[in-house]
């Protein structure tokens, strides 16, 4: 097992095309996290999933984003009509809290995505 | 709402100098914090976290819940210890399972 792994790690799209990337966690990881990251600036969360529950969603997280993970292994992340804004590098990671307060959550090379 | 700062966006130090990197936090529960280390061209990864109270490549870092803050902190800098540095919170009282992150701090150690 390599980590979480990330495709594409880079995506360049125009304005108004969706886009889908994937996220392939640490094998018997039941969380699962996406996060954002613009120049400059740290991570900003996104969401989480434990197993196929969705259970934790961040205000930036638009209804333009959806994300899945339909057999709490892999998941996708779908932006619709893109727009420049969205251009960041897109973070996964997973974890396996079995006793939570020692949770550590393992990150993906990241997908770098460019709307132009 | 929870925040984290790190005032510094470059910090650099001499070779053996020590180095601190700060970071403040912002938050009305009980927070969980956490150090993550990003080096060139590698995927972001945990250096510390508080409850372990452990050193890790010679760091240590204390929460100051009077101060609200969770500085790092290595007595001897090392060439390999350059990198970017991120502050994270959680909360650990059952809320959010998302890291609240600073923007980072950009460590050179120079020769």
């Known amino acids: 097992d390599t980590g979480v792994s990330q495709d594409p790690r880079h995506k360049i799209t125009k304005r108004g095309q969706n886009v889908t990337f994937r996220c392939d966690p640490i094998?018997?990881?039941?969380?699962l996290y996406w996060y954002r990251q613009t120049l400059g600036q740290g991570p900003e969360f996104l969401t989480y999933f434990q197993n196929e529950a969705q259970l934790e969603k961040s205000r930036l997280l638009s209804d333009r984003f959806s994300a899945e993970r339909p057999k709490g292994s892999f998941s996708t992340l779908e932006i619709q009509r893109t727009e420049q804004g969205d251009s960041a590098m897109y973070l996964c990671?997973?974890?396996?809290?079995?006793?939570?307060?020692?949770?550590?959550?393992?990150f993906g090379p990241g997908t770098r995505l460019l709307v132009l | 709402a929870q925040r984290v700062t790190q005032p510094e966006k470059l910090l650099s130090v001499f070779k053996g100098a020590p180095v601190e990197l700060k970071c403040n936090y912002s938050?009305?529960?009980?927070?969980?914090l956490f150090w993550y280390v990003q080096y060139s061209r590698q995927r972001l990864q945990l250096l510390l976290r508080?409850?372990s109270r452990e050193s890790i490549k010679g760091f240590t870092a204390d929460l100051n819940k009077g101060e609200t803050s969770f500085h790092l902190k290595k007595p001897f800098a090392q060439e390999e210890d350059s990198a970017m540095y991120y502050c994270?919170?959680?909360?650990?009282?059952?809320?959010?399972?998302?890291?609240?992150f600073g923007k980072g701090t950009h460590l050179i150690i120079q020769p």
């Open positions: 094998s018997e990881h039941n969380r």
């Open positions: 990671a997973s974890s396996f809290p079995g006793l939570r307060r020692v949770e550590t959550q393992y």
């Open positions: 938050y009305s529960g009980s927070p969980e």
């Open positions: 994270a919170l959680r909360d650990s009282g059952g809320g959010a399972d998302g890291l609240t």
């Open positions: 508080h409850i």
